[in-house]
């Protein structure tokens, strides 16, 4: 995921126009002629300063003749670009649909999901799945009484 | 003596255990383990929870050498900077020999920073009773630009990286005006972006993810016999005393230095005692006194990293700014307060490293005898699993499912960031003193009534000032004249 210089500064530097918009709305501490704006501010200048910096050095070393970085070879597989994206979706649909669902289904189906696109057999990924869940269950919910989502499994809560 | 607990102790040796094994498996690192470790401290009294970070640190940095010397893959960064010339000398049939000096001076170089820590900090922390919000805002300021000099990326990004951790501090309302910034109208934002978290998702989520994209495992087979590793050592000892002071001075002083943790400390030791070597050439052939210098220098940078995280809230490596986030969550505010208000906790802190470098030891023996067993593990059903941890970890610490999502942010940011050179330490700084520097700015200027020359009308404000000026200038001057001339040069 190597992006070159040039791209980094150009996007570090609209985001740090954004800031610095936002920060300008910010309002100032009574009797004085600052206030919850001053730190963005500078903050936002600092990185737009620093972006216009990365432009530079981009742009000197595509001059010099280096070469572009190349894609890393992962993500010309399907196979690894999936494994990689797995990772965000499987928090997001945990934050999606653990209330509903409840701890115990979601992470069985993360956990054997997962291991299977990792490449772990069927047998040993389902039992990992299974004994995992509940030993983290247990661990959290009986002992330290975190209070995990049950879900579907609302019945047989204890 | 609340560390002779017979709970404590048993924590103790759990989490020496965990911390073994997690620095053994390469892909899992130190902070990692302490960022892992971060829900169940949550639950636990602050002595046993410190007793527990404090233990599984000190043996991940220790054995994260195993892999590094039997397979020529380091287990824990720290461990990389030898990890050639340990390679090295298992090829000539000398693993035992770098095995124990990597363990032995590990425990030796622990012991120093250890007394270090247990001498200097409470004398600091007599010493700092006299800050006001001049002096700590100098000397976050220097916190900070020390981060940001001493990666080992270059000052550009270091400082991208620091700008990236203080915007993120600025969200919320913990702010002098009690102005809810970059909120969007979030509830969940009104607090700030929940510090621990960050912390799992920056050193656990993004360490799965590096892994998703390679996750071929190959089988390892560990060359040849491990013979007895402590034979020999007191020779070594004889033979290099200066090495092993070096570096334990060295490592303790670099771990003092807020942002630069074990993994620089094993580096610029290890150049150090090259450079200060009767034999350099044997260097990189298999020589065992880069070993001994280096393996002190890194487990003593564990300790003097407590030294500002204790006495200041500034934390001296990535391990103990999760520490520090810790400590505050349990009611006990890192300044120079801390001696005062937690005696016991404090002497706890220093028990206990004591009897961690000297359990590292015997558990080191166990560690190489059953290192085939451990590297093994299958790390494609150890990642999911791990994953699924932080998630519920994370969940558990504040009840928020919110803050899975934070955690998922920051491991992409840290992921890209990483993959782009741009150094993680400096964000991590950034964003746990963000907070503190402007705090430190906004009431000082509020009591200067504007005026920001008072910020050196103080005598150590006004030395702290100078430095901190200092720092900036010397470097700023040295790219200025380079830049001069380059010009000058390609003129002529």
């Known amino acids: 995921m190597k992006f070159d210089d040039i791209r980094i500064g150009v996007v570090l530097g609209v985001f740090s126009v954004i800031v610095f918009a936002v920060a300008r709305t910010f309002p100032v501490i009574p009797g004085q002629h600052f206030g919850a704006s001053l730190f963005p501010t500078l903050i936002s200048v600092g990185l737009f300063i620093c972006s216009v910096l990365l432009v530079i050095q981009g742009w000197r070393a595509r001059r010099a003749g280096a070469a572009r970085a190349p894609w890393p070879a992962w993500l010309r597989q399907p196979m690894s670009v999936l494994r990689f994206l797995m990772v965000p979706i499987s928090l997001v649909f945990y934050f999606m649909t653990a209330d509903w669902l409840g701890f115990l289904p979601c992470s069985f189906l993360m956990l054997l999901v997962l291991q299977r696109l990792f490449s772990v057999s069927w047998m040993r990924a389902v039992i990992v799945a299974i004994v995992v869940s509940l030993v983290i269950h247990v661990a959290f919910y009986s002992v330290l009484h975190v209070p995990l989502p049950w879900g579907l499994l609302e019945p047989l809560a204890w | 003596m609340q560390v002779a607990d017979p709970f404590v102790l048993g924590v103790i040796l759990v989490s020496a255990i965990f911390g073994l094994f997690v620095g053994a498996v390469p892909g899992l690192s130190a902070t990692m383990a302490v960022a892992l470790l971060v829900p169940i401290t949550f639950f636990m009294d602050p002595v046993p929870a410190i007793a527990m970070m404090v233990t599984a640190t000190a043996m991940a940095i220790t ?11 380091p287990g824990t960064p720290s461990s990389a900077a030898y990890t050639d010339e340990a390679f090295s000398m298992t090829r000539r049939g000398l693993a035992d020999q770098a095995l124990g000096a990597s363990i032995v001076f590990s425990c030796i170089g622990g ?165 200060f070597s009767r034999e350099p050439e044997k260097f990189g052939t298999g020589h065992v006194e880069g070993i001994v210098e280096a393996g002190a220098a890194n487990n003593s940078a564990l300790a003097g990293a407590w030294i500002p995280a204790l006495v200041f809230g500034i934390p001296g490596d990535s391990i103990t700014a999760i520490v520090v986030g810790v400590l505050y969550m349990k009611n006990m505010t890192p300044g120079p307060m801390i001696f005062t208000n937690s005696p016991v906790e404090m002497y706890a802190v220093f028990t206990v490293f004591v009897l961690a470098n000297i359990i590292m030891l015997p558990l080191g023996y166990l560690a190489v005898k059953t290192a085939r067993q451990v590297l093994n593990v299958p790390r494609n059903v150890l990642m999911p699993v791990i994953l699924l941890f932080c998630i ?45 520097l402007e705090e430190h ?42 830049l001069s001339t380059e010009k000058r040069r390609l003129a002529a």
Request: net charge neutral; with cysteine; aromatic share 12%.
């Open chain 2, 111 to 275: 012991l120093f920073g250890t007394l270090v820590l247990i001498t200097c900090a409470p004398v600091l922390a007599d010493f700092a009773l006299n800050f006001t919000s001049y002096e700590f805002f100098w000397l976050v300021v220097l916190g900070l630009s020390c981060a940001i000099f001493i990666s080992p990326s270059s000052t550009l990004r270091g400082f991208v990286s620091l700008l990236i951790g203080l915007l993120l501090a600025c969200v919320g309302m913990n702010n002098p005006a009690a102005y809810p910034r970059f909120t969007f109208g979030n509830d969940d934002l009104l607090n700030g972006v929940t510090l621990l978290p960050m912390m799992v998702g920056m050193f656990a989520v993004s360490e799965v993810l590096r892994y998703a994209t390679d996750a071929s495992q190959r089988r390892v087979e560990i060359q040849g016999k491990i013979g007895n590793i402590f034979t020999g050592m007191g020779g070594l000892m004889r033979k290099y005393p200066a090495s092993v002071a070096r570096g334990s001075v060295l490592g303790t002083v670099v771990g003092v230095l807020p942002g630069a943790g074990a993994d620089i400390a094993a580096w610029m030791s290890y150049g150090v005692s090259k450079r």
């Open chain 2, 63 to 73: 054995s994260g050498d195993i892999p590094g010397c039997l397979l020529r893959i």
């Open chain 2, 392 to 436: 519920v970890g994370t969940f558990a610490i504040n009840n928020s499912a919110f803050d899975v999502l934070v955690m998922l942010a920051m491991g992409l940011l840290a992921y890209v960031m990483e993959e782009n050179d741009f150094p993680i330490a400096p964000a991590v700084l950034g964003v746990v003193l963000g907070g503190m």
């Open chain 2, 441 to 482: 700015f906004v009431f000082s200027m509020i009591k200067a009534d504007g005026n920001f020359w008072a910020f050196f009308s103080r005598p150590i404000a006004f030395g702290l000032g100078v430095l901190a000026i200092l720092v900036w200038l010397v470097p700023l001057g040295k790219g200025l004249y380079r």
